[in-house]
């Protein structure tokens, strides 16, 4: 990747939406160019999805949580874990280090559906402890990846090119 897919990245991730002209009128490149360039980094698993965001209150889902969990390494984890994955109220899941095992991210429309979720969390892993913080509002949300000039640069010495 070199500076102009940086740059490309950098428009896509503030508007999926953006068209290959719009794009390539702000690269100084042809549309064409931009949709091979779009094109390659699909296939490589740069860009991964496209997606939208939405209002979640919209959906009945104001309330924002995150739970920290440490939990037993016993014959419950693994199928807990897959349960967490595929759970429609756990956004987000993460693996982390340090005194948690995880943290979670959910949306949910009330204390009790937060309850509901936190019962059944603790009816699919062996928790050791767990902590619940409510968000009271989001200072930032939903940040774009920013593509670093040095990332241009590593992957430029690592294929060779410039």
Same mark, same amino acid.
């Given at each position: 990747?070199?500076?102009?897919?940086?740059?490309?990245?950098?428009?896509?991730?503030?508007?999926?939406?953006?068209? /290959?002209?719009?794009?390539?009128?702000?690269? /100084?490149?042809?549309?064409?160019?931009?949709?091979?360039? $779009?094109?390659?980094?699909?296939?490589?698993?740069?860009?991964?999805?496209?997606?939208?965001? $939405?209002?979640?209150?919209?959906?009945?889902?104001?309330?924002?949580?995150?739970?920290?969990?440490? $939990?037993?390494?016993?014959?419950?984890?693994?199928?807990?874990?897959?349960?967490? @994955?595929?759970?429609?109220?756990?956004?987000?899941?993460?693996?982390?280090?340090?005194?948690?095992?995880?943290?979670?991210?959910? @949306?949910?429309?009330?204390?009790?559906?937060?309850?509901?979720?936190?019962? @059944?969390?603790?009816?699919?892993?062996? $928790?050791?402890?767990?902590?619940?913080?409510?968000?009271?509002?989001?200072?930032?949300?939903?940040?774009?990846?920013? !593509? !670093?000039?040095?990332?241009? !640069?590593?992957? @430029?010495?690592? /294929?060779? /090119?410039?």
């Amino acid at each position: 990747m070199d500076t102009t897919d940086l740059k490309i990245l950098d428009l896509l991730q503030q508007d999926a939406r953006m068209t /290959n002209a719009d794009i390539a009128e702000q690269v /100084n490149l042809t549309a064409s160019s931009v949709y091979e360039r $779009v094109r390659k980094m699909q296939e490589q698993g740069v860009i991964q999805r496209y997606t939208i965001q $939405v209002d979640p209150g919209a959906l009945g889902k104001p309330l924002t949580a995150f739970i920290r969990l440490t $939990v037993a390494y016993d014959e419950r984890q693994a199928a807990g874990v897959a349960a967490l @994955r595929d759970d429609p109220d756990v956004l987000e899941c993460y693996s982390v280090a340090g005194e948690d095992c995880y943290i979670i991210k959910t @949306r949910v429309g009330s204390p009790g559906e937060l309850e509901a979720l936190i019962h @059944r969390i603790r009816g699919r892993l062996t $928790v050791l402890r767990s902590v619940t913080m409510i968000a009271l509002s989001a200072i930032k949300e939903g940040g774009a990846l920013a !593509a !670093a000039e040095g990332a241009g !640069a590593r992957a @430029r010495s690592k /294929n060779g /090119n410039y």
